[in-house]
């Protein structure tokens, strides 16, 4: 069964560039055709696409981010990154990595502050 | 965008009774490739979420029959035809036609 964990700091300070990583155990991203993504939940908010890798490389943001967004595919270490520049206290919040909306990540919290 | 809104906000039910959520698009979720990618999601306090419905109306795997979804084009709804205390928790409808968005979420919780 597939298994997805983040990785990360916990905290970053503000105008800084958040990084993070999900380590896919249990499949490849070689032999799956789907798309790998980054989902965020500020502390008792709902769910925020940040954006999704697929399988190929290609990348799709969420056009209120898309600006300050990276993701990449590591298939040889088979792990997908984050990266979120710029942030402020507004990109506190619980983030998921996810194949698709199937399977998901525990989660890590990464708070914004100095 | 495609924005997703979700009705009610809290849902307060009977242990035993049925429950309905109702998630209105603001444009349709047909794709060009004829399938309608909106999902439903489960995510009890404390969890990442949990995929219940994909496809509209097909459950995923180990998702208990009580649970159900139906609509078209811009109008879905899922169902539960018996709540248990175990279904307590947010519920969001999420569409994967246009980019991905998420609903902002429906409290489900016992009375």
């Known amino acids: 069964q597939l298994q997805l964990q983040e990785s990360g700091p916990g905290l970053v300070k503000p105008s800084e560039t958040l990084s993070l990583t999900c380590t896919v155990s249990?499949?490849?991203?070689?032999?799956?055709?789907?798309?790998w993504g980054w989902i965020r939940q500020p502390p008792g908010k709902g769910l925020e696409w940040i954006g999704s890798?697929?399988?190929?490389?290609?990348?799709f943001y969420n056009p209120s981010l898309k600006s300050r967004v990276t993701i990449s595919l590591h298939t040889s270490r088979n792990q997908f990154s984050l990266r979120l520049s710029s942030v402020t206290a507004a990109d506190t919040a619980i983030y998921y990595c996810?194949?698709?909306?199937?399977?998901w990540g525990q989660g890590t919290l990464v708070t914004v502050s100095s | 965008d495609i924005v997703l809104t979700q009705t009610p906000i809290s849902s307060p039910v009977t242990l035993g009774q049925p429950a309905s959520i109702s998630c209105r698009s603001s444009?349709?979720?047909?794709?060009?490739?004829?399938?309608?990618?909106l999902s439903w999601l489960q995510q009890r306090p404390g969890q990442p979420p949990r995929l219940l419905i994909y496809?509209?109306?097909t459950r995923f795997s180990g998702v208990p029959d009580r649970f159900s979804g139906s609509g078209a084009g811009t109008d879905f709804t899922l169902k539960i035809s018996r709540v248990e205390a175990e279904d307590v928790g947010v519920y969001y409808c999420?569409?994967?036609?246009?980019?991905?968005?998420f609903g902002g979420g429906t409290k489900v919780e016992i009375k």
């Open positions: 999420t569409q994967a036609t246009h980019l991905l968005t």
């Open positions: 996810a194949r698709e909306v199937v399977e």
């Open positions: 249990g499949g490849s991203f070689s032999t799956s055709k789907f798309y």
């Open positions: 496809k509209v109306s």
């Open positions: 444009q349709s979720l047909v794709h060009s490739d004829g399938n309608t990618y």
């Open positions: 890798v697929f399988y190929n490389g290609n990348t």
